[in-house]
Every structure is written in structure tokens, then in C-alpha cells.
């Protein structure tokens, strides 16, 4: 994202930006960041968790100074179940404190704290008593509601639930002006929660786009030991990597570096990407089992039995033989809690045709995994059934296509065959990449439609666009009347 000599909103010319969370794993707040220096002149702090390292291009602003605050310690599985509802108030409330510090006393008085919902609890209040105490005004970016979030762990008719959700309502509407990602959660916090909010979709920034073959190259030169290290003794992508000399940089899975040229190999897998948080939101048996059904479908179209060799199969994949349909390599990314749970499952697989690697990706390097691949699938669900799934937004920036879980508003974002497809069941997915990926890899119409829409949509939709016409007048209207 460039620096553009704009006009400074504000008398103090300084923003804060607020995430209870891991500044890393929170894209849209990095935009936000970027934004603010580069698209309205403000000098801009960050007030966030480390963990993860964002975007290098955050961290080499000039004008944008992050403070990481310390993280809670995780509450061990040993602690007696009488005291787990005195941590789930011990929590906030250190949470509270810790945060109000940073807010009041580690950094300058901003024109405006601009602060991410969820989580609702203690970040509103926290930030709703320092920007009255520092007079500043109070900006909510809602990406999802917290309660509802809550309510997956504890259940919809939880005390705790309930309290959560009166805080964030009415904290919500005490802020001076509110961002949301659809228009669905627009109309839902107009008519219930009487806050006003401004749609600012999601877009990818300037470093989301397709790949060029010499940063695919070398991309897979770089990952290519994560690729060879299979989930059981042997599967057909580890197979197929011994017997191309992976220690040559001249040749990949993917490429092939002759002379002064790189090309894709025909016979190639399909890279396949997820990315999932690892949660209860996102069901993955999903994607495990549509994977399943396609390696057994495969089998069944060629005549292959059960109890056929697999590796004579590979072997003459590595030999050059190509099939009507690939092998399916998923690349999973991403961090979470059900993480070990899904590894343990995929090991118990018995795959001929498809492969799972699971990998945590530098901020500079998953752009590039994206725009190197050949299909996103998204497993979203939402909470609450009206925000979206920024990790979608990222795939079309890349050039990808995606086959995303359906629910109430996802088509604000995935246009039917367009841009994508939507699917219901593992039956469905399987379904759809038995589909896209017949005669792959320059055989695949469907595929190659998809791609064409996506990059037509990529095209004209950019974060940097979207803020000015949306993020910055809403901006400078609040901070304005904040110093009437």
C-alpha cells in the first residue's frame, strides 16, 4: 500500500487501533492501520497481542507503532471445574486493566481509537472509558458479534452469554460511529440494536494477487520440505518428491527450471487451499470426507480396485503418466484448537490420490500460496450468520477461485458460478471438485471460468478504493464532531 500525501483528519493528526487479539492473525485491522497512515496522513498506534508477525509492510511504516500488550495465560485442563467461573471473571477484568493502561498512559491521545468487535468483553468498555477520559472519539469495527461466539462454548442460554450480550449492545451504541462487513449485519444492528452502521467490505490490499511463475518457483522451493513430510509413512505427493530430486532448485512438484524458462508440469498435483482457525465454526470433516469421496470416485471410474497397489500408481505418475483426473494436494493453514484433533483423522486416512499438509505461513508468503494455487474451499459458517469470511476475500485477490460452505449471506460475497461455488454437504463439495478439476490441468473449463471471473472481480475491487469512499468521510465526520 503506497503513501499518499493526504490532508490530516483530526487536530492531534493520531489514530489507535485496538485488538484484543493477535494483531498477526487480524488482516482487516492491518488495512485499517495502513489506511489511516498512508490514506488520511495520521500517525497510527497499535494496541494489540503479538503472536504471529503481521504484514512487513506494517511493520516498516514509519508512521505506525505497535505496542504489544502481554498475553493471558491459557487456563490449564487441570483447573478444578469450581474455579473455571472465577476465571471466566478474573479474565476481563485483568484483560480491562491491562488494556485501559496501554490506552491512557502507554500511547498518545488520539484523535480516534478505532477498535475490532469481537471481542466485545472488556474491549468496549475499556475503550469507551479512555476515549472519555482523552476525549477522543470511539469508532466500533464490527466483524461478527461476540455473544454469539460465546454461546458456541457455553450454549445460547448461558447466564454468562446473556451478560456478554448486553455489554456489547449496549457499549456498541455508546461508540460515535460504527464500521460492519455486510449488509446483512447492517440491517441487523439498525433494527435490533438501534447502532448505525457504514458497509465496508472487505478487499484485498495490494499484496493479494495471482503469482508469477518465478515466485510460484521459488515458492515451492522454499515449502518443499513441508510438502515431503507426509501425515503417514507414504502418500502420493511424498512419493512423487523422492523421485524428482528435491535437493535439485531447478525442479519442484509444480516447476521446472530449464535454461532461461519456467513452466508448470503436466502432470502436476491441483493445489487445494484452506484456511481455517481450527474451531467449532468451521466444520472440517467436511472438506476430510468430499476428499475421501473424490480419491474413491477416481478409483471407481478407472477400474481400480480396493486392494489395487498404490504405489505402482505413483510410480507411474512419477513416470510422467497423466490421468483424467489429478491428484488433489490440500494445504491447510492456519492455527487453532481442534488442529491435533483433524491431524489425528487425516493420518487414518487411506488416500491414492489426494494428500493433507497442514503449515503456518509468513505473512509475506501466504499471498503467494494463494496466488500459486488452483482452488480455495472455505468452511465458514459464522456465529452469527451475517459477517464473511475475510479469508475469501484474500483468495479472490490472488486470482482464486473457491467452493465455500453456504449459509445466509455468503452469496454479498461468492457470485454462483462467477466467482465461485457454494456447497451444503461433503457429497456436494465432492461433487464440485470431480467437476472443476476433469482434465486438469488445461482441460478444466469450468475451473478456468471461475479463475476468469475471479480476476475480472479482483480487478475492481480494492481496499484502498473501498476506504476512501466509505472508512475515511465516517472517520473525519465523528473526529469532527468529537472537538465541536
Avoid at 242 to 271: C, V, W, Y
Avoid at 315 to 343: A, H, M, S, V
Amino acid at each position: 500500500m503506497s503513501d499518499k500525501n493526504e490532508t490530516k483528519i483530526g487536530r492531534r493528526g493520531r489514530a489507535a487501533v485496538v485488538v484484543l487479539g493477535d494483531i498477526g492473525r487480524s488482516p482487516r485491522m492491518q488495512y485499517h492501520a495502513l489506511s489511516l497512515a498512508c490514506q488520511a496522513g495520521l500517525e497510527v498506534d497499535i494496541v494489540a497481542y503479538g503472536g504471529s508477525e503481521p504484514h512487513a509492510a506494517l511493520l516498516q511504516h514509519q508512521s505506525i507503532h505497535l505496542h504489544r500488550m502481554t498475553q493471558w495465560p491459557s487456563v490449564p485442563q487441570s483447573l478444578p471445574k469450581i474455579l473455571r467461573p472465577f476465571m471466566l471473571v478474573l479474565k476481563p477484568l485483568v484483560q480491562f486493566l491491562v488494556l485501559l493502561y496501554y490506552l491512557c498512559f502507554k500511547i498518545p491521545a488520539p484523535d480516534v481509537f478505532l477498535v475490532q468487535n469481537p471481542p466485545s468483553v472488556p474491549t468496549l468498555v475499556a475503550v469507551k472509558w479512555a476515549s472519555c477520559l482523552r476525549h477522543s472519539a470511539f469508532v466500533v469495527d464490527w466483524h461478527n458479534f461476540g455473544y454469539t461466539l460465546l454461546s458456541l462454548t457455553l450454549g445460547r442460554g448461558s447466564s454468562f452469554v446473556t451478560i456478554y450480550r448486553w455489554i456489547e449492545k449496549h457499549y456498541g451504541r455508546m461508540a460515535s460511529g460504527a464500521f460492519c462487513v455486510t449488509k446483512a449485519m447492517q440491517h441487523e444492528l439498525d433494527q435490533n440494536w438501534g447502532i448505525k452502521a457504514t458497509v465496508l467490505y472487505d478487499q484485498p490490499p495490494e499484496f493479494f494477487r495471482p503469482a508469477s511463475i518465478e515466485e510460484k518457483h521459488e515458492l515451492f522451493c522454499r515449502i518443499s520440505e513441508s510438502l515431503s513430510q507426509p501425515f503417514g509413512i507414504q502418500d502420493c505427493i511424498s512419493y512423487g518428491m523422492s523421485g524428482t530430486g528435491e535437493s535439485d532448485p531447478n525442479s519442484t512438484l509444480f516447476t521446472i527450471h530449464t535454461g532461461t524458462n519456467i513452466i508448470m508440469k503436466q502432470n502436476r498435483p491441483a493445489i487445494i487451499v484452506s484456511s481455517t482457525s481450527w474451531t467449532p465454526d468451521e466444520d472440517f470433516s467436511i472438506l476430510l470426507e468430499a476428499a475421501l469421496m473424490y480419491d474413491r470416485r477416481v478409483a471407481g471410474l478407472l477400474n481400480e480396485d480396493d486392494v489395487s497397489d498404490e504405489e505402482i500408481l505413483w510410480n507411474e505418475i512419477c513416470n510422467g503418466k497423466q490421468f483424467l483426473y489429478p491428484r488433489l494436494l490440500f494445504i491447510i493453514t492456519g492455527k487453532g484448537p481442534e488442529k491435533d484433533k483433524y491431524e489425528q483423522k487425516i493420518r487414518k486416512l487411506k488416500l491414492k490420490r489426494v494428500a493433507f499438509r497442514t503449515m503456518w505461513l509468513t505473512a509475506e508468503d501466504y499471498p503467494l500460496l494463494l496466488g500459486s494455487a488452483d482452488l480455495g474451499v472455505c468452511l465458514h459458517t459464522s456465529s452469527s450468520g451475517l459477517d464473511l469470511p475475510m479469508k475469501v476475500v484474500d483468495m479472490f485477490g490472488c486470482g482464486l477461485p473457491v467452493c465455500a460452505v453456504s449459509y445466509s449471506c455468503i452469496e454479498e460475497l461468492v457470485e454462483i458460478n462467477r466467482t465461485g461455488l457454494l456447497f451444503s454437504s461433503s457429497s456436494e463439495l465432492a461433487d464440485q471438485l470431480m467437476m472443476l478439476f476433469k482434465g486438469f490441468p488445461h482441460e478444466c473449463d469450468a475451473l478456468s471460468s471461475l479463475r476468469e471471473g475471479v480476476l475480472a472481480k479482483a480487478s475492481s475491487a480494492k481496499w484502498v478504493t473501498g476506504w476512501d469512499e466509505n472508512a475515511k468521510p465516517l472517520l473525519s465526520e465523528v473526529i469532527s464532531q468529537n472537538f465541536s
